[in-house]
């Protein structure tokens, strides 16, 4: 399993774009990344996956460089509904099985 | 749009005594999941059910079974609660068996073991 290794926390205010970047060193050559959000008391919500280059949703962008040692979160215009608890991970999509790991994630704090 | 149901909310239990944690999808996913939540740390998985009729162990899956009772159902049992067991329990499921495609979690059962 690729380890992933995310900064413990962050703060930010509203409005502001908030990056959020992931290192993922020894990813392998099928391994995707995706990201989740976690509020508190609830589970974690997936918010986007990618392989390569850049994806964006209606809620986030995930740039990957060519080398795709590590990954970055942009969360455009963050409002105080964004603070919550940010996970990356890598792992294999569609064919085989992997048992995906949580790490601690990234604690994302927006103030007014 | 139920999506992934986890009952029961909230539990108190006594060391020793035994309950089963509930968890049902209605999404028609393959895999299936356990995962607990201490405070402040990420998820580790307990149990997974790849596809219906298989069950395997995860990271932490000492003093849990499981049990996939069909495609939609999945649920796991603590046979003799432990202090330690004290934890928030997620149940979520996926397409296809990995969950790497995404997973879909429930909200959730906070589990006291006094």
């Known amino acids: 399993l690729a380890k992933t290794t995310q900064p413990i926390s962050m703060d930010s205010y509203e409005g502001q774009e908030v990056n959020i970047t992931c290192s993922h060193n020894?990813?392998?050559?099928?391994?995707?990344i995706t990201w989740y959000q976690q509020f508190p008391s609830q589970g974690p919500r997936f918010i986007i996956q990618g392989y390569k280059t850049k994806v964006t949703n209606e809620v986030a962008s995930l740039f990957i460089p060519a080398d795709r040692k590590s990954s970055t979160l942009s969360l455009p215009r963050v409002s105080l509904s964004d603070t919550a608890v940010y996970y990356c991970?890598?792992?294999?999509?569609?064919?085989?099985?992997?048992?995906?790991?949580f790490g601690t994630g990234t604690r994302l704090l927006v103030s007014p | 749009n139920a999506g992934v149901t986890q009952t029961p909310k909230f539990q108190v239990l006594k060391t020793g005594q035994s309950m089963t944690l509930q968890c049902a999808q209605d999404?028609?996913?393959?895999?299936m999941y356990w995962y607990r939540q201490d405070p402040g740390m990420g998820l580790r998985l307990i149990y997974y059910?790849?596809?219906?009729?298989?069950?395997d162990k995860g990271e932490v899956p000492n003093g849990y079974n499981v049990s996939r009772l069909n495609k939609r159902e999945f649920s796991l049992r603590l046979e003799s609660a432990a202090p330690s067991q004290t934890s928030v329990y997620f149940c979520a499921s996926s397409e296809r068996a990995g969950g790497a495609d995404g997973y879909t979690f429930g909200s959730g059962t906070r589990l006291t073991v006094v």
């Open positions: 059910s790849a596809s219906e009729g298989t069950t």
């Open positions: 991970l890598v792992g294999l999509r569609g064919t085989g099985f992997q048992k995906l790991v």
């Open positions: 020894n990813i392998a050559t099928n391994d995707y």
């Open positions: 999404m028609n996913h393959n895999s």
